[in-house]
């Protein structure tokens, strides 16, 4: 209790030492409110009346409503929502401040007490304080009440006066502590100079503070006709800032009210004596602009780097209004765009393109500063008029990116620079002819890897760069790839970035995985998910994405084996994933896209690929690391399902060993199974064995036992494709397909999702060869005319019946197998059932 009333003390208080103040230059007011009860317009002005009579009572001037009785519903409406046409408003009845403001009350309950009837009404308003000069909003007050009343008018009448002195009270208090700040310390108001021109615009910003102590800074905000209109900080009253400015003798005053200050030159003051200031019909609402960032350059020339917002606060079209935006130093010519007219009332936005000097922005080493200034060109009453307004824009360095816009990381990636064209194309070159490397692993994994060590050769260091803030973007500074391999030095995006660039500059897609504080890349296999043994025995290692295995590299690791940020890249992926982390993977290719590189014209030291040699070695290591690992998985898996006597386990464990190379330990583990799925399996590893007739001997059985299953036909045509049997494998194609209930599951349970990517593709060998384009062919005529089911089964037994009857026709490499360098062209698209 003892705390309200020294809260209730200090309030009065409060209100008592504003209103002893001298009320004599205080401002004309205006009070506009939209009124409604029960949804229906109210004319009795019952809120506006009562605040009006609370400031009159409080000692300032009003306007007499009268004077404003043409102002429509719409007018105020807009009024409330929009500073700029709550200042239209006030300028042209002669109002320093506006009131402006919305009220609705409606009927809440209506009750009967001993046979006498209740209305009870609640209300809710919401006003504002506007200075009409400048647009600025001092005061808001938001205020409810709730009356009730014996009859329904009444009640309202009553809940809507009450809601208007509650309103009246507070926007008092809020304006006059406004006041009284204003004359104890800096107030803002409007400085309007006549008669000069941009060139001593900027002269009179900076000259005017250090020439008049008591104007602490002024900003120019946009010209107006003739006039250069000015934003400016006063210590004291604007009638001291009159005696101030005519004691000069460049300068004197036309005329100034309460916020605004209207001064000439000398020589122009005759002129603008008696001629005030034309209000623009065209209001610029908003006008803001990107912080600009070099590498982005590109983006900027189709994309919006400013956004300028205009409205027509008169009641006449304004016409062929044209906007420009123009930086000088770093715009050769300025961007524009034209629209025919703008509408009584309407607003329109405009966004900016522009194109900027890159060789100037690539100069840049450091955060700048530069002027940008919007110009607003149109017609109206007939007369050409213009407008314009400058905003500083900060330019970062060519390094800076903000990961608030993180698919901007994609300007970094210049995979087509020489510097890294060069060094890519090096370092794989050693290793992709070698049959070690592109035998045991997928060629793409085989590229990377001879990537990741001829960069680890080259010996580039890891140092930290922190990330910082700046007007909400968070910043960090990535090098170009050319840049990291001269200094031999980067960070995770730094490393990321380089990595990104060799990868997809020898056609391998990459993305970015970002966390909170983190980047990393990952890569393409180029394998799908049913084939991710062939990356790796551990499903943990790999990631799938737009049904492509992709492997994770943490780019930290620069001087470790390539399997070791393999890893880690995958313990750092799964534990954000399953931790419930930020992760963002960011599309190397679609980045490129939308922020494509700039061409760079900074020189860098000269890079020197480190020894091929050395390369080699370092990529062999990690080679038999990588197939010792995954021996060692290969092997826990395979030996505890091996044991079982349950044939589905001896199946599974089989399936491990023959993915790993194993095949003759998966023959002996299914040894004396004979399902369906294990005889599948056998054929299978014949097939990679090389052993045809074997091979199609297994799926005979298999068929035999469940001869129903698609993906057993699909296993068999392939192997009457290696034999020179292309009519057969057609036929067993077609069946397979046919099995499923739909060409679309076919697809996914086969894993022929790439059949469609390589439509028209063939292989330009002279002499015929297997090939996956070849088989992609092959695969997509099967698709076009598939039998029906019960021509499936006559196909079917058409297809088995032809195999017994040409089992020893061989073409391709003698009577037992096929080119053996031609057998890894088909396995990834081998069925395996468990």
């Known amino acids: ?61 009003l306007i007499d409503k009268d004077q404003f009785a043409n102002v429509t519903a719409r007018d105020i409406a807009l009024a409330a929502e929009n500073p700029a046409r709550a200042k239209e408003i006030g300028l042209r009845y002669g109002a320093e401040w506006i009131i402006v403001g919305k009220a609705q009350a409606r009927l809440e309950s209506e009750k009967e007490f001993y046979g006498v009837r209740n209305f009870e009404y609640s209300a809710k308003g919401d006003c504002r304080v506007i200075i009409t000069d400048t647009g600025e909003l001092i005061a808001i007050s938001s205020k409810t009440a709730k009356k009730s009343g014996g009859g329904q008018g009444s009640a309202s009448n009553l809940t809507m006066e009450t809601l208007g002195g509650l309103l009246a009270e507070d926007l008092y208090v809020k304006a006059r502590m406004k006041m009284k700040q204003e004359e104890t310390g800096p107030r803002i108001v409007q400085v309007t100079l006549l008669g000069v021109d941009s060139k001593v615009v900027q002269q009179y910003a900076q000259t005017l503070p250090r020439e008049m102590p008591m104007i602490q800074w002024i900003k120019f905000r946009y010209f107006e006709a003739d006039a250069a209109i000015f934003e400016a900080a006063i210590l004291g009253t604007l009638e001291q800032l009159n005696n101030e400015i005519n004691a000069r003798n460049d300068l004197t005053v036309v005329s100034f009210t309460g916020s605004r200050i209207d001064v000439s ?88 393109p522009a194109t900027l000097d890159a060789k100037l922005l690539n100069e840049l080493s450091d955060r700048s500063t530069a002027t940008a200034k919007v110009e607003v060109a149109y017609t109206f009453n007939g ?96 090098q170009y790839p050319r840049e990291t391999l001269a200094s031999k030095t980067g960070d995770c995006d730094d490393a990321s970035v380089l990595i990104a660039a060799c990868l997809e500059n020898i056609g391998i897609r990459t993305k970015f995985v970002a966390t909170n504080d983190h980047i990393f ?18 499903e943990k290692d790999y990631i799938v994405d737009e049904n492509r295995v992709w492997v994770p590299l943490e780019a930290t690791l620069l001087s470790k084996p390539f399997v070791t940020a393999w890893q880690t890249g995958a313990e750092e992926y799964y534990k954000n994933i399953e931790g419930g982390g930020k992760v963002e993977v960011i599309d190397t290719r679609k980045a490129k896209a939308s922020f494509p590189p700039a061409n760079l014209a900074f020189a860098t030291k000269p890079v020197t690929p480190p020894d091929a040699a050395r390369i080699v070695q370092l990529a062999s290591q990690d080679l038999t690391e990588y197939e010792y690992q995954q021996h060692q998985i290969t092997t826990a898996a395979a030996s505890s399902l091996a044991a079982s006597t349950n044939p589905a386990d001896k199946n599974k464990a089989a399936i491990i060993q023959a993915k790993a190379g194993n095949y003759e330990a998966a023959i002996a583990t299914l040894s004396g199974v004979n399902t369906s799925e294990a005889l599948n399996t056998l054929g299978n590893v014949h097939l990679m064995k090389n052993d045809l007739p074997a091979a199609q001997e297994q799926y005979q059985k298999s068929l035999a036992l469940a001869g129903n299953d698609g993906g057993v036909y699909m296993n068999f045509g392939l192997a009457r494709y290696l034999s020179g049997d292309t009519t057969g494998a057609v036929e067993s194609f077609q069946v397979a397909i046919s099995k499923f209930e739909s060409k679309e599951k076919a697809f996914e349970v086969l894993g022929l999702d790439k059949v469609n990517e390589a439509l028209g593709m063939r292989g330009a060998e002279a002499t015929r060869k297997i090939s996956k384009n070849e088989l992609f062919d092959l695969l997509n005529k099967s698709l076009s005319t598939l039998p029906d089911r019960q021509a499936s089964n006559t196909q079917a037994a058409r297809v088995r019946a032809k195999y017994k009857n040409e089992q020893n026709r061989f073409v391709f490499g003698g009577r037992r197998g096929a080119d053996p360098t031609q057998i890894a062209s088909i396995k990834e698209f081998l069925y395996w059932s468990e």
């Open 265 to 352: 030159t000398k020589a122009y003051f005759t002129k603008a004596k008696g001629s005030p200031v034309l209000t623009s019909p065209l209001d610029i609402t908003d006008f803001s602009i990107e912080n600009i960032f070099p590498s982005q350059v590109n983006y900027y020339a189709y994309n919006p780097l400013s956004k300028i917002e205009l409205e027509n606060s008169a009641e006449a079209d304004v016409r062929n209004v044209k906007v420009s935006i123009f930086i000088p130093g770093y715009m050769s010519l300025a961007s524009e765009k034209i629209v025919p007219a703008v509408a009584a009332g309407a607003k329109q936005s405009f966004e900016l």
């Open 1 to 61: 209790m003892k705390r309200m009333f020294v809260v209730t003390v200090l309030f009065l208080a409060v209100v008592l030492s504003l209103q002893a103040q001298d009320v004599r230059d205080w401002p004309r007011v205006m009070v506009i409110v939209d009124e409604k009860i029960d949804g229906e317009q109210e004319d009795a002005r019952l809120v506006a009346s009562k605040i009006e009579e609370t400031f009159l009572e409080k000692g300032f001037r």
């Open 383 to 478: 007369q050409q008029q213009t407008r314009s307004l400058n905003k500083p824009v900060t330019l970062y360095s060519r390094n800076t990116i903000s990961w608030r816009r993180g698919e901007s990381v994609g300007a970094f990636v210049t995979s087509e620079d020489d510097v890294v064209k060069s060094f890519a194309r090096y370092v794989v070159g050693g290793v992709s002819n070698d049959e070690k490397f592109t035998t045991k692993l997928p060629r793409n994994v085989a590229n990377a890897l001879a990537v990741w060590n001829g960069i680890r050769a080259h010996g580039i260091s890891y140092v930290t760069d922190p990330w910082t803030t700046a007007d909400g973007d968070i910043l960090d500074n990535i």
């Open 521 to 538: 890349v990952m890569f393409d296999t180029d394998v799908i998910p049913k084939n991710g043994f062939m990356v790796s025995q551990n």
